[in-house]
Nanobody, 122 residues
């Protein structure tokens, strides 16, 4: 079974950038699509972006607004979420998840990481 570990979160000023990483272990990384979701306190978890196993197909949630970019390096079992032009509303815990398809549908993801906190100050 795959295990996922997120890192790269932190405190950043509005307009700044961060790169989040999701490192996988346990099985062939390229077998899984990887999705990123986020959840702010008191709000539902929402879709950010996803990428298929080959890294060819990507899909983004509306909240990404062209500011976020998802990539993966299968040789390093790592998926990155590049965040730029961050806003205070982007403050949330960001989770990566492994699943069968690159999709906004959370139910397609079988394994979730513990999350990494992103805080954007105004």
């Amino acid at each position: 079974q795959v295990q996922l570990f997120e890192s790269g979160g932190g405190l950043v000023q509005a307009g700044g950038s961060l790169t989040l990483s999701c490192v996988a272990s346990g099985r062939a990384f390229s077998d899984d699509a990887i999705g990123w979701f986020r959840q702010a306190p008191g709000k539902e978890r929402e879709f950010v972006a996803a990428i298929d196993g080959d890294g060819i197909f990507t899909v983004y949630g509306e909240l990404a607004e062209g500011r976020f970019n998802i990539t993966r390096d299968n040789a390093k079992n790592t998926c990155h979420l590049h965040l730029k032009s961050l806003k205070p509303d982007d403050t949330a815990t960001y989770y990566c998840a492994a699943g069968t398809r690159a999709s906004y549908r959370q139910r397609l993801y079988e394994t979730w990481g513990q999350g990494t906190q992103v805080t954007v100050s105004s």
